[in-house]
């Protein structure tokens, strides 16, 4: 508990004290009490750097990122123990509705499922926890939690990277565009563009009274492009736009965007939360901005009356992802630093986009972001449409498929996938490295390229 904390408790104690015992006994009270909370911050303290001194002797901190990782958060995800049983992983609840008292009140909190569900319940306190939030709400899919933010936005304007997902580009520009809801497309790696995009925005919905939200991806899909989260929402507040942050491709494990500054932190909860591609889920996470009430407020209303909830099985299996997301970010991570580097220095590759590297021209910028892990994402380049094409059907362990963020490695030709009308190179490969052994997945790049070498 930290000192800060304890203070105000005991004032608050002072305060409630004071008007029952009266004030002497109170502050009596209130320093015994505060004394007491001291004494146990400092134990905890010291406990604290007897573990960091002990992980240091031995050589383990680094390795271990606890600090960086939030291990131990993640690890007890939604495991408070089962009231009724004991049980330490959460029960599911499958009901679609709850008794009513007779007084016709719903006692327990819990009326209909398509409002509130005790397992998404404890999906949702343990996605906010994780990304530092104050509350979330957990979709049916990525997609339907973006759409859920950009319905409350109709009338206003959203200002998006250049490389942004496919998926939200074409639900903007085919659904939300129609229905007056403007866009603008930057690179949002140029904070010199960020500005002038949400000025010019800001100004244009102004007398329509709508509201700005500047949207970001870090790293972006697929060029893997990163801004300065921080900097980003500090321009974006000036002008009294709103920052969401899709944070999909790190994950809570490796980036906290709401720490930065952002309002709002969207997730595809499919892809690393989830982790072993059995699921389809989304969530949105609020800060504690007033932006954030205020967006959050409506967006859960659109999924009260809309109904696109994530069910309580996936809840679940979402809660027993988070759990384990740590351990599996982490050799994500190493993996993806390996494979990138081995891809940097092939000859049949033109270009590799991982912030890892420190030839990325992010690189300083995501470090700040993300400490030693930079996700298990990557794309890279090869010299033709054939090559890239040839490459991904030679690959033997890795699979070809959409998504990411699972156990296996998957390979995918991102323009075939996204059409004709794609702003992704057709000679970029995505990859989302697995965990396997990073010398099998090494060796079987390697062996693919060569196939392409030849």
Request: glycine content about 8%; some cysteine; overall charge neutral.
């Amino acid at each position: 508990m930290e000192l800060e904390r304890a203070v105000r408790l005991a004032a608050r104690l002072l305060i409630a004290l004071a008007a029952v015992r009266g004030v002497t006994k109170a502050i009596k009270t209130a320093v015994y009490v505060l004394r007491w909370l001291v004494g146990a911050t400092s134990r905890e303290d010291a406990a604290k750097e007897t573990a960091k001194r002990f992980l240091n002797g031995n050589g383990l901190l680094k390795d271990l990122s606890t600090e960086n990782m939030q291990a131990t958060t993640l690890a007890h995800a939604g495991c408070e123990p089962c009231a009724a049983t004991g049980a330490l992983s959460p029960p599911i609840q499958l009901a679609s509705t709850y008794e009513r008292a007779q007084n016709l009140s719903y006692p327990r909190g819990f009326s209909y499922s398509r409002e509130k569900n005790p397992t998404r319940s404890r999906l949702e306190d343990a996605l906010a926890t994780a990304d530092a939030g104050v509350d979330a709400a957990a979709f049916a899919s990525g997609s339907a939690a973006a759409n859920a933010v950009f319905q409350t936005l109709v009338g206003g304007h959203v200002v998006m990277p250049d490389d942004v997902y496919y998926g939200n580009r074409q639900l903007l520009h085919t659904v939300f565009g129609p229905w007056g809801l403007g866009t603008t497309t930057i690179d949002a790696s140029n904070l010199d563009e960020v500005r002038k995009a949400v000025k010019e925005a800001a100004a244009k919905v102004r007398d329509a009274q709508g509201r700005v939200l500047l949207w970001l991806e870090t790293p972006s899909n697929p060029n893997l492009k990163i801004t300065d989260i921080r900097r980003a929402c500090e321009i974006a507040h000036e002008y009294g736009a709103a920052v969401l942050v899709d944070a999909t491709w790190f994950s809570p494990a490796v980036c906290r965007p709401i720490e930065l500054g952002c309002d709002l932190v969207l997730h595809s909860v499919t892809k690393y939360i989830g982790g072993h591609s059995d699921l389809i889920g989304g969530a949105v996470v609020a800060g504690s901005t007033p932006l954030a009430t205020e967006l959050f407020a409506r967006i859960r209303s659109i999924q009260h009356y809309g109904g696109a909830v994530l069910a309580p099985f996936d809840c679940w299996l979402a809660l027993r992802g988070m759990r384990s997301l740590a351990v599996r970010m982490a050799m994500h991570s190493r993996n993806g630093l390996a494979v990138a580097q081995f891809l940097d220095s092939h000859s049949a590759v033109t270009r590799v986009f991982y912030p890892g590297l420190e030839s990325h021209p992010g690189h300083e910028i995501a470090k700040s972001q993300v400490k030693d892990n930079f996700g298990g994402m990557l794309s890279f380049l090869v010299a033709t449409e054939q090559d890239a094409i040839k490459l991904t059907a030679t690959m033997q362990l890795a699979k070809r498929g959409t998504s990411l963020g699972g156990t296996e490695t998957l390979v995918e030709h991102r323009s075939s996938v996204e059409g004709p009308d794609s702003q992704t190179p057709k000679t970029l490969i995505r990859v989302s490295v697995g965990l396997e052994a990073a010398e099998d997945i090494i060796s079987d790049f390697a062996q693919a390229l060569d196939s392409i070498s030849r």
